[in-house]
């Protein structure tokens, strides 16, 4: 069974930078494709971006793109989002989600528990 488990979450000043870690557990990690999303209070859930298994498939939102960075480590079966230069609408419960198939456009199947990013103006 396919486990996702968020981290990284927490409060920071507008401007500031925060790296958020997804650990996932069962499965063959290298061969998924990986997305973040997000969902602020009363908002639907909000695409963030997500990366191929294939390193070079990248894809951002416009409200993200030049300030987000995904990466992925295939050794430690973990995604990142390295966030910077965040700003108050970036507050939400940020989400990693997996394509266990690698399908691009990815069909997400399985779900983290998410992790709540603050940040204060």
């Known amino acids: 069974q396919v486990q996702l488990v968020e981290s990284g979450g927490g409060l920071v000043q507008a401007g500031g930078s925060l790296r958020l870690s997804c650990t996932v557990t069962?499965?063959?990690?290298?061969?998924?494709?990986m997305g973040w999303f997000r969902q602020a209070p009363g908002k639907e859930r909000e695409f963030v971006g997500n990366?191929?298994?294939?390193?070079?498939?990248?894809y951002y939102s416009d409200s993200v793109k030049g300030r987000f960075t995904i990466s992925r480590n295939n050794a430690k079966n973990a995604v990142y989002l390295q966030m910077d230069d965040l700003k108050s609408e970036d507050t939400a419960v940020y989400y990693c989600a997996a394509d266990v198939h690698g399908r691009w456009p990815p069909d997400y199947t399985t779900w983290g528990q998410g992790t709540q990013v603050t940040v204060s103006s």
């Open positions: 069962g499965g063959t990690f290298g061969s998924y494709s």
């Open positions: 990366i191929g298994f294939s390193l070079n498939t990248l």
